[in-house]
């Protein structure tokens, strides 16, 4: 019994003398996890038709609604990147925006070439050739076509881009600048 009261003594000291983070607090230096998610849609599954270009019946082109959180607490701005991957497609570039400030952590539903995309924003142009949101559009009987949006957290407020954007383009004039970035897939098919 003398044994066990001192086991039990020994415990209790043990608990006492222990911080409290250890069971459990995050420490003050983690680092929050980057992500992004649309309301529009979930991770992985079919775009909604609202979204797609109007040539594909029930095509609507309403740009689609993001949200981030976590960045880098050093974040000077963002930057979003919509392609599709499908090999057809040849990384064509559906939407690309620039210089949203570090403040805005969201763009609206339909906010595309409206007032209400953040404000000091640019919208570049796209594959073709308008400086907006273009809805997913493949063409028929080419399968499945996967559409990556990636949001750039960036050490920079502002970006100077100029001429056609392309993939390689765009990440080459964000390459030094990006302390974290986070994506979303969503996918459509027209058969």
């Given at each position: 019994?003398?044994?066990?009261?001192?086991?039990?003594?020994?415990?209790?000291?043990?608990?006492?003398?222990?911080?409290?983070?250890?069971?459990?607090?995050?420490?003050?230096?983690?680092?929050?996890?980057?992500?992004?998610?649309?309301?529009?849609?979930?991770?992985?599954?079919?775009?909604?038709?609202?979204?797609?270009?109007?040539?594909?019946?029930?095509?609507?082109?309403?740009?689609?609604?993001?949200?981030?959180?976590?960045?880098?607490?050093?974040?000077?701005?963002?930057?979003?990147?919509?392609?599709?991957?499908?090999?057809?497609?040849?990384?064509?570039?559906?939407?690309?925006?620039?210089?949203?400030?570090?403040?805005?952590?969201?763009?609206?539903?339909?906010?595309?070439?409206?007032?209400?995309?953040?404000?000091?924003?640019?919208?570049?142009?796209?594959?073709?050739?308008?400086?907006?949101?273009?809805?997913?559009?493949?063409?028929a009987g080419t399968d499945?076509?996967?559409?990556?949006?990636?949001?750039?957290?960036?050490?920079?407020?502002?970006?100077?881009?100029?001429?056609?954007?392309?993939?390689?383009?765009f990440q080459a004039a964000i390459?030094?600048?990006?302390?974290?970035?986070?994506?979303?897939?969503?996918?459509?098919?027209?058969?």
């Open positions: 019994m003398k044994k066990i009261t001192s086991i039990l003594i020994l415990l209790i000291s043990f608990v006492l003398l222990v911080p409290i983070k250890a069971f459990g607090e995050i420490p003050a230096t983690a680092e929050r996890a980057f992500t992004v998610k649309s309301s529009g849609f979930y991770a992985g599954e079919t775009i909604p038709l609202k979204y797609v270009c109007t040539t594909i019946s029930g095509g609507g082109n309403i740009s689609l609604p993001l949200r981030w959180s976590g960045a880098p607490a050093n974040t000077k701005s963002y930057a979003i990147f919509m392609y599709d991957l499908n090999p057809v497609a040849k990384n064509f570039v559906h939407w690309a925006v620039i210089n949203i400030p570090k403040t805005e952590t969201a763009i609206q539903e339909g906010a595309s070439g409206t007032p209400n995309m953040p404000k000091g924003s640019i919208e570049l142009p796209n594959t073709a050739g308008k400086m907006e949101y273009a809805g997913p559009c493949p063409p499945k076509h996967e559409y990556k949006i990636i949001v750039y957290a960036l050490d920079t407020e502002k970006l100077n881009f100029s001429g056609v954007t392309t993939l390689a383009q390459e030094s600048k990006v302390l974290a970035q986070t994506e979303l897939s969503g996918f459509f098919e027209q058969k």
